[in-house]
Structures are given as C-alpha cells and as structure tokens.
C-alpha cells in the first residue's frame, strides 16, 4: 500500500487519538501545575510544582498506592494459577465445554460495577455467603465490619472477576499445542509432571506474559469495585490510586491536584511497563 | 488427544471440579436473582427465606411509575418483538441483501419501538437511563468500528515504519489509567458546553477504545491475504472500492468479534459516564445510586436493576460465545 493511501486510510482514527488522548493528556500536564477548583474554573492560577509536592507528601496517596501494589501482587499471580488450573481441565472435557465456559465468562463480561454490586449482595447482612459462614464458625458474621475485611472483599472479588479472562486465553493457548512433542514425551514415560513442566508451560509462555501484561495494567486502574464495594465509606480505609484520584478531584474539588497525580500515575504505569512494552514492540518489528 | 481412552473416575472427578468453579462463578447472580423476587424484608433477613412467594414488584418499580392492566399483554408483544429481531439478525447471512441493511434495519426497528414504549405505558426514569445507554452504546459501536476498519486495513497493509509507531504509540495509550482523560474532558466539555451530552461520551468511548479495536481488526485483516483485493484492482476497482465489496464483506466474523467488545465496553463503562454525564445517566450510573447505602429496601431495587442490567449480556453470552472466546483468545493465537 501506499504511503498517502496510508495515511487517508487511518486518518480518521489517528485525528480521534490525537484529539481526544493527547490533547487530553497535554491538558492534564498543564492543568497539574495550576490550583482548579471549580470556583476558579475559568481562570486556572499557576502554582508551579505545589500540586505535585501536595500529591507525594500526601500520607492517603501513598496508602492508595499500597493498597494498588497489593492489589496487584495478589489478583495477578493467583488468577494466572487459577486460570491455569481451570483451562487444563476444560481442555479435558468434550462435552458441556460450551456450558461451563459460558458460565465461567459471565463475572468477567458482566457490567463491573452490577458484578460487583451482585457480589457484594452474597456477603450483606442477608447473604448467602453471611449466612453460611454464620453456620459453620456458629456466631454472627459481618463482612462490612472494618477494612481487613474489607481489603479482603476486594481482594476475593479481584480474583472472582479476573480469572475467566486468563481462563480463556490459556484454554485457547492448549487449543493450538502442537501433538508431537506431547505424544513423544508419553512415550518416553515423561510424568504429567515433566510433561506439564517441559512440553505445556513452554508452549504458553508468551500468554503468560499477555496476560500479566493486560492484568498489571487492569489492576492499576481498579476504580468500580472499590466504589461498590467500601459503598464510599472512607472509614474501611480500603481505597486504589484511581478512587482517591476521584476523590480528591470530585468530592474535594481540587482539580489540579487530581490532574498531577494522574500525571504522577501516568509515569508509574509506564515505569511497571516498560519492559513489556519493549518485549512487544521486539516482536512487531520481527513479524513485520 | 481424542484418539487415548479415557480414565471414567478422572472425567467424573474433573467434572465434578469444572461443575463447583461454576457454581463459584455464577453464585452471586443466582442469589441476586432470587433477592429481586422478594421483599425487601424478606431479602435481609439473616436466616435465608425460603421457599418464599416471588414477587415482581421491584422491577414494576424499577421501570414503571404506574402499573397498567394490559401489561402482560404489552410485554408479550414485547417479548415476539425481541425474539423476532434476533431471529432476523442471526439469519442476516442468508438472505440475498448487504448484511449491513439488515442489521440496520434491525437497530432502526428496535429504536422506533424503544421509543413508542414510554407513550403506551407511563415509564420510570430507569427506562430513560437505559435509552441514554442504548444511545450511547449504538453511537459508540458505529463510529468506533467505522473508523477502526479503515485505520485496522491501512495498518496491516502498510509496511512502512509509521505503522509501527502509530500501533506502539496506540498500545501506550491503551495502558494508561481512564483518569489521565476523563478530568480534561470534563474541564474542556464545560469549556465548549459538550458536558452532559450523549455526543462527549460517545466521543470518549471512541477514543478510549480505538487501540484495542485498531489493534484487533488489524489482526484479523492480516489475516485476508493480499491476493483478494489484488485480484479487484486488476479488474478496475480502486483501493477502496475493493475495500468496501470485497475485503469488508469477508471481514464480518471479525467486525462481529470487535464490535461485540466496543459494544460491552460502551455499555458497561462507569467511571466515564459518572463523571461526564450530570442528568443523562446510563444504566451502570443509575445502578450506582443504589449501592451507597444501608436501606433494605434499596437493596431489593439494586437487584432488579441488576438483573435488567444484566440480561442482555447474558443474551451476547448465549448468541455469541464464538464470537466472545475467539475474541478474548486473540492474543493467545497471535502471540
């Protein structure tokens, strides 16, 4: 094709991203450097780098911000073991496949904040998991007690919502294992073990990778199931970098301050992914 | 592995396993399901009622502010309605017409009747909630895929080291956190009087979502090899009126699976419509309100609206699970 082709061919999509992600982000640079609230919203005042020093001196920012690596450090490996786990049993069965499947996707297809709501809803005073766990330890539950169990809420629907995703893509990765090497490794009386070791994990560990990728970016961004599930009560304490980036920006309405510590988080995220992002782009250069 | 026996107690064993992650899985819409049938104090109390008498007076106050005698006739004929325009969209590759007319005449049908709906029976503000989501859902979805198709065609078709960058650079932007835009949009939507506008969201939606639809149909058009557009031109077509009678018409399993993501995306977005949208509320927004505080009786609102929230998905889940597995797994067979 082409270079002018080329270029009438993306030029709608690429004119939508330039307008509407950088000028956004340029917007967010300068808007950090100024105090905004929404009684000067006109006419923004320039405070240089306070907004930035606020954000890193501020002790809720960098409770926010372990609460996210925790997030992060707990939902990504475990829903990739789960996932794993899940996937390598559906790869056995023929029947019902289709069923279960379908089934499995529904927490992480469904609208999040409804998914979280309907999650929330098994562990109120009336639910079903309440109720249970009532039985079994024979003494009232409360899950909304304080932020232990609450962190523990999150943590728990973390996972609940995130392992059909990497319970998919690893379903899909066994769907293309090659027959061969497999069927070799049996006849050299490899165990299940060697062969899961030797022959499995190999063939999938570029989704590994994937997946970690669109997981760590994802559990970065965690905003909605905070949001339903601390039912916005700053009491729990339970709070990610994108719901306190919320709050300071619409319930304290300090603007500026919200749009440095995007800016601060922007940066963040590109730290945490730079060696994917290059891993990725070795891999486009290759194939192209 | 067809051609091994297998061992009956392992595949009964793996079942029994594959059958408790399902009941894992679907626990909390089963149990919401069961509350939006009861009252609400039946619904909080701590030792679960059942069996109980179901009610639908939730979703009658959910959707209605008053409840007229012909409703079950109304959503009877409701109900042929829905069924007829599945039934016409999932046989769209067999009748002799453009699929593009018959989804678009599908979609014309289904809006006409969404808005005849309030005039017959006396709506709550939920319905209009989720007309602000079937508009904004529809607009992002046509807009989003439009341009995607061109942008994803010209990048798997070019070589030059600008694709490349404009891939890279849409993957950075794919990794950055929905806070980063929405502020500015909201500074500069009040700015050019967009805020509260189904246009802003619309808009943003687009743009949020174009890296992963520019990079999703790329890959699916990579796949079409050359040879078929090539064959066109040498008959006399130009680049893009090969693009849109030959390569767009075999293109349809992958702007399904693209548009079936852009569409959920649309539709379950919150943060975005939460703070751009003041009055027009879609349904995640509306949901949300009920989620704040300890009100038994909100409780039982909150469920409906979740179940209402959540059928369609359900009904994406039963028709197109393909299209949804094939989609999710793309990056697993491309690596």
Not at chain 1, 133 to 152: A, I, M, Y
Not at chain 1, 235 to 262: C, D, H, P, W
Request: proline fraction near 5%; charged fraction near 10%; hydrophobic fraction near 55%.
């Amino acid at each position: 094709m082409k270079r002018d082709q080329f270029t009438l061919f993306v030029a709608p999509s690429v004119i939508i991203m330039v307008l509407l992600m950088v000028l956004p982000l340029a917007t967010a640079i300068i808007l950090g450097f100024h105090r905004l609230t929404f009684t000067n919203i006109n006419n923004p005042e320039f405070v240089g780098l306070q907004n930035y020093i606020e954000v890193l001196t501020d002790s809720r920012f960098w409770n926010a911000m372990g609460f996210t690596l925790i997030y992060t450090a707990v939902t990504v490996p475990l829903h990739i073991v789960l996932g794993l786990a899940v996937a390598l049993l559906l790869d056995q069965v023929k029947y019902l496949r289709g069923f279960y499947i379908a089934g499995a996707l529904l927490p992480f297809i469904v609208t999040p904040v409804v998914g979280t709501l309907m999650f929330r809803l098994t562990f109120e005073r009336g639910g079903l998991y309440t109720y249970l766990l009532s039985e079994l330890l024979d003494s009232r539950v409360n899950f909304f007690l304080d932020g232990t169990t609450v962190t523990f809420l999150v943590l728990f629907h973390g996972v609940w919502y995130i392992t059909p995703f990497a319970m998919i893509v690893l379903f899909a990765g066994l769907q293309t294992l090659p027959k061969d090497p497999l069927e070799a490794a049996k006849v050299d009386g490899a165990t299940w073990l060697q062969r899961m070791r030797h022959v499995i994990l190999p063939h999938l560990r570029s989704l590994f990778l994937f997946i970690a990728l669109i997981s760590i970016m994802d559990a970065y961004r965690v905003f909605d199931s905070i949001f339903v599930l601390t039912k916005q009560n700053p009491i729990y304490g339970v709070e990610t970098i994108m719901y306190y980036n919320y709050e300071v920006a619409l319930s304290f309405q300090r603007l500026g301050k919200a749009n440095a510590m995007s800016v601060l988080t922007v940066i963040g995220i590109f730290v945490v992914l730079i060696p994917f992002l290059y891993i990725t782009y070795r891999q486009q250069t290759e194939t192209t | 592995m067809e051609a091994q026996r297998k061992n009956p107690v392992a595949m009964i064993a793996i079942n029994a396993v594959l059958i408790l992650w399902l009941v894992y899985s679907v626990t909390p819409f089963l149990w919401t399901m069961l509350n939006s049938l009861k009252t609400p104090r039946e619904a909080n109390s701590r030792i679960p009622v059942f069996p109980f008498d179901p009610t639908g007076d939730n979703y009658a106050e959910l959707w209605l502010n008053n409840v007229p005698d012909n409703l079950p006739v109304l959503g009877f004929i409701l109900l042929l309605i829905i069924i007829g325009l599945i039934g016409v969209g999932l046989l769209a590759p067999r009748f002799p017409i453009p699929r593009v007319a018959t989804y678009s005449g599908i979609v014309a049908v289904g809006g006409i009747v969404v808005l005849v709906i309030p005039s017959l029976v006396n709506t709550a503000e939920f319905y209009d909630y989720f007309i602000n989501s079937v508009i904004v859902t529809v607009g992002t979805v046509v807009i989003s895929i439009t341009i995607g198709c061109l942008a994803g065609y010209g990048l798997a078709r070019y070589r030059g080291i600008i694709g490349v960058v404009i891939l890279f650079a849409a993957l950075a932007f794919r990794a950055l956190p929905r806070m980063a835009f929405v502020l500015p949009y909201y500074y500069l939507g009040q700015a050019v009087g967009l805020y509260d506008t189904h246009l802003l969201l619309i808009l943003t939606l687009v743009a949020v979502n174009q890296p992963f639809t520019v990079w999703m149909l790329r890959s699916f058009f990579m796949d079409i090899p050359h040879e078929v557009e090539e064959a066109a031109m040498i008959d006399g077509c130009t680049r893009l009126q090969a693009f849109t009678r030959v390569i767009i018409p075999i293109m349809w399993p992958g702007i399904i699976t693209t548009a079936l993501f852009t569409l959920l995306l649309a539709y379950n977005e919150f943060l975005l419509a939460r703070i751009l949208m003041q009055s027009n509320w879609t349904l995640p927004v509306a949901l949300s309100s009920y989620t704040g505080g300890e009100d038994a009786s909100q409780l039982t609102l909150a469920a409906a609206g979740s179940v209402s929230i959540t059928l369609p998905i359900v009904f994406v889940i039963i028709f197109f699970q393909k299209y949804l597995v094939k989609g999710l797994a793309f990056g697993a067979v491309k690596g």
